[in-house]
């Protein structure tokens, strides 16, 4: 079951119907509209992926519990997993750069590529923990 949610938000076209039906409820013709989609079946095929993260109530199609859970986790995903993968990264070019520049160039490693990259790596890491946030727990 939880392999099918998984495939269900893999999408960009489902994580868009789920971001649309999180803020109303919308018939099939209308999300088909809001959606800019032609083809019935293209939304059918869609919707029918989406089972169990939206359901009909009154002819209207609504996420459930479970559909704002995976919007929730996809948002989530979205602003947390690049920055840190981009903050680690950051800190892997920083010691590569330091430890090679050092030992071909020591003069200019010493003056130039080293201030300039720690001032770098302290701003990163203030701007990226502090104001970011990218550590706290959720």
């Given amino acids: 079951m939880e392999d099918e949610k998984f495939e269900a938000i893999s999408h960009p076209m489902r994580i ?14 209308e999300l088909k509209r809001e959606l800019g989609i032609e083809s019935s079946g293209k939304l059918d095929f869609h919707l029918k992926k989406l089972k169990g993260l939206i359901t009909t109530e009154d002819g209207k199609y609504i996420l459930t ?5 995976a919007l929730q986790a996809i948002y989530t995903i979205r602003r947390y997993g690049w920055q840190k993968r981009a903050y680690v990264l950051n800190i892997i070019i920083y010691i590569i750069v330091n430890i090679l520049s ?37």
């Fill in 102 to 138: 050092a030992f071909k160039a020591f003069n200019i490693w010493l003056y130039t590529v080293f201030p300039a990259s720690t001032i770098w790596i302290i701003f990163y890491s203030y701007w990226s923990i502090v104001k970011r946030g990218i550590f706290k727990r959720m």
């Fill in 65 to 69: 519990k479970d559909g704002y859970a």
């Fill in 16 to 29: 868009k119907i789920l971001e649309i039906l999180s803020k109303k409820a919308m018939g099939f013709s």
